[in-house]
């Protein structure tokens, strides 16, 4: 086993799912991070400024686009680890930030708590009708950080496990690894039953987001499935098998920027949608590996190395 990779991730929704747009939309006054900006016309131009989320992925993702508007042209600066989607979300609306990184299906949940679109294209579609007048959404990454049924390499051949449909044949032998509330979110437990009549046999509740306690507790067949976030470095470095989710239990999470259009221009859009034609999910596990593993390599360092990598920075 290599070492574990700690990460500290996004959650599902959270308080967002019940709140966080209201509070976002009706708070007064201006984001504690900076001044708001003026109402200047959209696509006004300008110098950007890229914000991130508080956990190392998020802050790669927007180093990068930093470093692919510089290299278009497009003057950019970054504010990371400004905190949870409740917080960059406001920040994006008033202008404090031009933009930030966001998964898909997380964005919707906070969006409309009650969203039941599942699937990549139906999440993308249905955001720019939740949005609040002046945001908006640039193109989807193929890159995606979501939720995944995960068992050994062992496991899966014993069982013929590829995809949960599989699993539902012998779900009333396993012992599941996931924060407690899966128990109860309508795509742990519940969804499960509905989607795929996999009813497991129990949970063993760690709150580690996937990390080296779900996974020590994974290999040692103290449970039998974990749920591990989909870029998360021990799945590759321990030839941990993802369960396919032909049904879309859990909704779609693909990496795309948030913006707020005043002064976002065409090729500033061109520049974005470029690293989200190129961005995969192994990018970013290899990226969460260089960031949070034994290297310990700085977010923007570990963002310039991938620009070159693909051609965006000579």
Request: hydrophobic share 40%; net charge neutral; glycine share 8%.
């Amino acid at each position: 086993m290599k070492q574990p990779v700690t990460l500290t991730r996004r959650g599902f929704g959270g308080l967002a799912a019940g709140v966080g747009i209201a509070l976002a939309l009706s708070a007064c006054g201006g984001s504690p991070l900076s001044t708001p900006s003026t109402n200047a016309p959209s696509g006004a131009g300008g110098s950007l400024t890229v914000g991130s989320a508080d956990f190392p992925e998020s802050q790669v993702i927007a180093e990068i686009y930093a470093g692919a508007l510089n290299a278009a042209g497009v003057t950019a600066t970054t504010k990371p680890n400004i905190g949870s989607r409740e917080i960059y979300f406001k920040a994006v609306q008033d202008g404090s930030i031009d933009l930030a990184p966001d998964y898909s299906g997380n964005l919707l949940s906070y969006l409309d708590a009650n969203a039941t679109q599942v699937s990549a294209d139906d999440v993308y579609k249905a955001l720019p009708g939740k949005l609040p007048q002046g945001l908006g959404v640039l193109d989807p990454a193929k890159a995606e950080d979501k939720d995944a049924m995960v068992v050994t390499k062992a496991t899966a051949e014993k069982y013929q496990l590829k995809s949960i449909e599989d699993l539902a044949k012998v779900c009333g032998d396993f012992t599941m690894a996931a924060p407690a509330t899966f128990e109860t979110r309508a795509y742990g437990f519940p969804g499960l039953k509905a989607n795929y009549n996999c009813v497991l046999k129990g949970l063993k509740p760690f709150s580690d987001g996937g990390g080296n306690l779900t996974l020590q507790a994974l290999l040692s067949n103290d449970v039998q499935v974990a749920d591990i976030y989909t870029t998360t470095p021990s799945i590759q470095d321990n030839a941990l098998v993802v369960l396919d989710d032909p049904k879309n239990n859990f909704k779609a999470q693909q990496v795309l920027p948030l913006y707020n259009m005043a002064k976002m221009t065409d090729k500033a859009k061109a520049a974005l949608n470029n690293v989200s034609k190129i961005l995969t999910t192994d990018d970013l596990i290899n990226l969460n590996r260089a960031v949070s593993g034994n290297q310990k390599q700085n977010p923007k360092d570990a963002a310039a190395a991938w620009l070159k990598d693909k051609g965006i920075v000579k």
